[in-house]
């Protein structure tokens, strides 16, 4: 079976959070090629974007979860990516979340986030979420804190240098 059939579509009042594929591409490398990509790894080129897609979409095959592609569903527009996430070398399952140039301020990665949190939460039965953040990134920070996770600690990551463990409410905990 194709891994992208396993990838649930969800949505929201006015998001649709779908599988990853080859029409990101674009939206992605535009994104790592602007400073907003700063606290997750960028700016980076069009090649490392190109392998951090096929990331990405990797996850799903070798976890069984990870991150979507953010649609407005009103207007098609892709404004993110969202999900969930636990590579090699993180401390544990994650809730992270990109917004697009251009789509910040409107509440799209907190609804989104949600969203992907409730299936962490439902459909994967997980009891409790982090999401790591640069203690610089002070809208991540706020994100964070309309989903009601609170923060935890450091961590010393080896790439990504010291980020911030924020711990998200444990599952039946959540608004």
Known sequence: MNAARRIPVLTTERLTLRPLG???LAPLTAFYASTRSQFVGGPATAEQV????AAEIGHWALRGYGRWGVDITETGETCGMVGLWNPEGWPEPEVGWDLY????????ATEAARAARDNAYGALGWRTLISLI?????GSQ???????AAYEGGFQHARFG????WRHPAAGDTA
Do not use: H, S
Not at 50 to 53: A, P, S, V, Y
Not at 134 to 138: D, K
Not at 162 to 165: A, G, K
């Open 101 to 108: 140039n251009g789509f910040e301020g409107k509440g799209y």
């Open 134 to 138: 640069n203690p610089a990134n002070t």
């Open 162 to 165: 010291l980020v911030e463990i």
């Open 50 to 53: 190109w392998r951090m897609l």
């Open 142 to 148: 706020g994100v964070a804190r309309r989903l009601g």
């Open 22 to 24: 080859q029409q990101d």
